[in-house]
């Protein structure tokens, strides 16, 4: 019933794909828990509570959890649905291929700037040097693009589902805009829930 009127569905019809920045990412982790573990566990004591709605999560989405996680995970088990995307028989745009081509070269060029840009610095320390040289360039090149397998797993999910994507990857809601996927962050999720 609340997750009823937090969605806005009704009772069997809400599908949502979990993306592991629910859990990974701080801003979102702190609704459930300060750790990985904790917001999983406290994730799933609300999900267990929702009916007529299901949960899915990617196997690589699992496995990247498990990564991230400082003890082991509980049991998905009848709250969340583990499923993996058809990914032989699905089809996207070539537009969006030939955008993401572009956007590529782009962050590439982007990256190179970079570099150059601290190759020539010979004032600053090495390791400071080095990490500042880590973070633009990341900022570059993955910041605000779909960057990882697990991302276009949830994507294409989501796609071949109807589903809505519960995330808060940059990335991956520009990616889900580009095909029509509908997504939701957990900000929004957490504060219908403390309305309902």
């Given at each position: 019933?609340?997750?009823?009127?937090?969605?806005?569905?009704?009772?069997?019809?809400?599908?949502?794909?979990?993306?592991?920045s629910?859990?990974?990412?701080?801003?979102?982790?702190?609704?459930?828990?300060?750790?990985?573990?904790?917001?999983?566990?406290?994730?799933?004591?609300?999900?267990?509570?929702?009916?007529?709605?299901?949960?899915?999560?990617?196997?690589?989405?699992?496995?990247?959890?498990?990564?991230f996680?400082?003890?082991?995970?509980?049991?998905f088990?009848?709250?969340?649905?583990?499923?993996?995307?058809?990914?032989?028989?699905?089809?996207?745009?070539?537009?969006?291929?030939?955008?993401?081509?572009?956007?590529?070269?782009?962050?590439?060029?982007a990256?190179?700037?970079?570099?150059?840009?601290?190759?020539?610095?010979?004032?600053?320390?090495l390791?400071?040097?080095?990490?500042?040289?880590?973070?633009?360039?990341?900022?570059?090149?993955?910041?605000?693009?779909?960057?990882?397998?697990?991302?276009?797993?949830?994507?294409?999910?989501?796609?071949?589902?109807a589903?809505t994507?519960?995330?808060?990857?940059?990335?991956?809601?520009?990616?889900?805009?580009?095909?029509?996927?509908?997504?939701?962050?957990?900000?929004?999720?957490?504060?219908?829930?403390?309305?309902?």
């Amino acid at each position: 019933m609340v997750f009823r009127r937090i969605f806005g569905g009704k009772a069997g019809s809400s599908a949502y794909v979990l993306d592991t920045s629910l859990f990974v990412n701080p801003d979102a982790r702190k609704y459930f828990g300060h750790t990985v573990h904790d917001a999983v566990v406290n994730f799933l004591a609300v999900a267990a509570k929702a009916k007529g709605i299901k949960f899915y999560m990617t196997p690589s989405v699992v496995k990247e959890l498990k990564y991230f996680a400082e003890k082991e995970l509980p049991s998905f088990k009848n709250i969340i649905t583990i499923k993996a995307p058809s990914l032989y028989e699905l089809k996207i745009p070539a537009i969006i291929m030939y955008k993401f081509i572009d956007e590529l070269r782009s962050r590439v060029n982007a990256g190179l700037r970079v570099s150059e840009k601290f190759v020539r610095d010979e004032k600053t320390p090495l390791e400071e040097k080095l990490h500042k040289l880590r973070v633009q360039y990341k900022e570059s090149l993955r910041e605000g693009i779909l960057d990882s397998e697990e991302d276009f797993e949830v994507l294409m999910l989501a796609k071949e589902m109807a589903a809505t994507i519960m995330t808060m990857d940059q990335g991956l809601v520009k990616a889900a805009e580009e095909l029509g996927v509908k997504c939701v962050s957990i900000d929004a999720f957490y504060d219908h829930m403390k309305e309902a």
